[in-house]
């Protein structure tokens, strides 16, 4: 079972524009919500993160909109730049387990 | 050293032969975690120690996998008969342990690719 879904699998975005991630989760005991960035050859790394004690948390470009009602967030990125372009994962946790989304495969086309 | 360690960052190896991969994870993190993620692929959970509590180790896929962490440090994935499903990148992360007050995040290591031949 998925306890995280995201969406969607992959996105294109012109460089510029506004790219949005979305996610969503059931288990309501999850106390801790990242995201992760990761380009070809490495780990995943850490790119913003939210408690659901907040809606919303902007970091530069970055920013989590956070809906606790609904078990949905998303990751929006401003101004989207070729240098984006990666692969971005959604995570909940809970205490030490973590689980992942599926992944989002981003290009910024120049 | 300041990040997550792991080595391999290569290995290519004969089906049937036995791989062992190498994780050093940050000093004072007491959780490792180690993930699969095949090719496009989202992270597959195989394992995770805690201290010095019994691991979780409901994700490894059959029991040719199996993982030691020695004097709650580092961690070797020892992958016995390897066969060319295993074929993937084998991720090892750490974060510090969680508290009362929430989670933290992970640092993943860089990875190693395993391609079995």
């Known amino acids: 079972q998925q306890q995280v879904k995201q969406s969607p699998q992959s996105l294109i975005v012109q460089k510029g524009g506004i790219s949005i991630i979305n996610c969503a989760y059931e288990?309501?005991?999850?106390?801790?919500f990242p995201w992760y960035q990761q380009f070809p050859g490495k780990g995943p790394a850490l790119l913003i993160a939210i408690r659901p004690d907040v809606s919303e948390k902007k970091e530069g470009r970055f920013t989590i909109s956070f809906n606790k009602s609904a078990k949905q967030f998303s990751l929006h990125i401003m101004d989207s730049q070729p240098g984006d372009s990666a692969t971005y994962f959604c995570?909940?946790?809970?205490?030490?387990?973590?689980?992942f989304g599926t992944g989002t495969s981003l290009t910024v086309i120049p | 050293g300041a990040g997550v360690s792991q080595s391999p960052s290569n290995k290519v190896t004969e089906k049937g032969k036995d791989v062992e991969l190498r994780c050093d994870p940050i000093?004072?993190?007491?959780?490792l975690y180690w993930y699969r993620q095949s090719l496009g692929q989202g992270l597959e959970f195989l394992i995770y120690f805690q201290g010095n509590s019994a691991p979780d180790k409901s994700g490894l896929p059959s029991d040719r996998f199996s993982a030691e962490r020695t004097g709650g440090s580092v961690s070797t994935l020892t992958i016995q008969r390897t066969q060319q499903e295993d074929s993937a990148v084998y991720l090892c992360a750490s974060s510090l342990a969680a508290t009362g007050g929430g989670s933290y995040g992970y640092t993943f290591g860089s990875g190693t690719r395993l391609t079995v031949v």
């Open positions: 288990n309501t005991a999850f106390d801790y």
């Open positions: 995570a909940a946790s809970s205490g030490n387990q973590f689980y």
């Open positions: 000093s004072g993190h007491t959780a």
